[in-house]
Every structure is written in structure tokens, then in C-alpha cells.
């Protein structure tokens, strides 16, 4: 099976002076197992979200793919953007080759 990794992101306008990425997590390994530390204190409360990053690379190459649900069954009530995708492979030829985390 071809192993791709897909990641989604949208664009958001920064400051010149913010850092694109807030928190890296560090890579740890149990065995086999890949865990992922956060290096800042955070709580879990109720309905909350925290945004880390897992890597932070530069020179990721891919493929990047628009998309849009134009069914029409789906209908919106007005315009919908579309979804800007990179696809690439998780290995060293393409810039990555690290653990990620998989969905649930």
C-alpha cells in the first residue's frame, strides 16, 4: 500500500516578527513506541484545543492539491473556498521521514 501523508492547513496572515511555529514537540521514544513531549505546561479543560506542531521542516516536497465538494446534495448558502492540500510521502527523499501521529 502506498504510504502517503496528507496534511491540511489554512493560510493565516502573520506579523513579521511571529514565529510560524509557537511549540515544537519533542520526539521520545518507549521501545518502539513514539511519543511526542510538549515542553510547556498545558491543562486539558473542557472543550479546550491546543496547537502544537509535531515537526517544523523546510524543503518538504509534495504536491499540492485544490479541492472543493461540489455535490448537490451539499449545498451551502454562499460562496465556499477551497481546501489547499500537500501531499507528499513520509521519507528522507521527500524531506520528512519522522514518526507522526496517526487519527484517531
Given at each position: 500500500?502506498?504510504?502517503?501523508?496528507?496534511?491540511?492547513?489554512?493560510?493565516?496572515?502573520m506579523?513579521?516578527?511571529?514565529?510560524?511555529?509557537a511549540?515544537?514537540?519533542?520526539?521520545?521514544?518507549?521501545?518502539?513506541?513514539?511519543?511526542?513531549?510538549?515542553?510547556?505546561?498545558?491543562?486539558?479543560?473542557?472543550?479546550?484545543?491546543?496547537?502544537?506542531?509535531?515537526?517544523?521542516?523546510?524543503?518538504?516536497?509534495?504536491?499540492?492539491?485544490?479541492?472543493?465538494?461540489?455535490?448537490?446534495?451539499?449545498?451551502?448558502?454562499?460562496?465556499?473556498?477551497?481546501?489547499i492540500?500537500?501531499?507528499?510521502k513520509?521519507?528522507?527523499?521527500?524531506?520528512?521521514g519522522?514518526?507522526?501521529?496517526?487519527?484517531?
Open positions: 500500500m502506498d504510504e502517503a501523508v496528507i496534511v491540511t492547513a489554512s493560510r493565516a496572515p506579523k513579521e516578527m511571529d514565529s510560524p511555529v511549540v515544537i514537540a519533542a520526539e521520545e521514544e518507549l521501545g518502539d513506541l513514539k511519543l511526542y513531549r510538549i515542553p510547556v505546561p498545558v491543562t486539558v479543560a473542557a472543550k479546550s484545543m491546543k496547537q502544537v506542531a509535531f515537526l517544523d521542516r523546510s524543503g518538504v516536497t509534495g504536491e499540492l492539491q485544490y479541492r472543493v465538494s461540489c455535490l448537490p446534495w451539499n449545498v451551502q448558502d454562499g460562496p465556499e473556498g477551497l481546501r492540500l500537500l501531499r507528499t513520509n521519507d528522507k527523499q521527500h524531506g520528512l519522522v514518526a507522526l501521529p496517526r487519527a484517531a
